[in-house]
């Protein structure tokens, strides 16, 4: 069965970091191009951050770049993104996100390209 667990998201305030891991079963998602994406309320779902499965390959939204790292550990089955100084309009369910296409033969911020999607976890950057 494939499954995608995200965790860590939480309520911090402006300029607070956070840290969202997504757990992946390790068959399934061998050679696989990992991505994060949020989609706030009453907005559309948008590419945050994606990454190759050597690591070696990032791609990060405009919005995020300079804030956001997205990183990952094969030998833990895990995919991670940390966020820094963090905004308000950062606030927005978080999805993870797996496809079995090679880096170089997607545009990894495009949506339909990934197969799989977690349940989402729910940042909310107030004061």
């Known amino acids: 069965q494939v499954q995608l667990v995200e965790s860590g998201g939480g309520l911090v305030q402006p300029g607070d970091s956070l840290r969202l891991s997504c757990a992946y079963s390790q068959r399934t998602f061998t050679g696989t191009t990992m991505g994060w994406f949020r989609q706030a309320p009453g907005k559309e779902r948008e590419f945050v951050a994606a990454?190759?499965?050597?690591?070696?390959?990032?791609a990060y939204a405009d919005s995020v770049k300079g804030r956001f790292t997205i990183s990952r550990d094969n030998a833990k089955n895990t995919v991670f993104l940390e966020m820094n100084s963090l905004k308000p309009e950062d606030t927005a369910v978080y999805y993870c996100?797996?496809?079995?296409?090679?880096?170089?033969?997607?545009?990894?911020?495009?949506?339909?390209?990934?197969?799989?999607w977690g349940q989402g976890t729910l940042v909310t950057v107030s004061s």
């Open positions: 990454i190759s499965w050597s690591g070696l390959r990032t």
């Open positions: 996100a797996g496809t079995p296409r090679d880096w170089y033969l997607i545009r990894p911020e495009e949506v339909h390209y990934y197969a799989y």
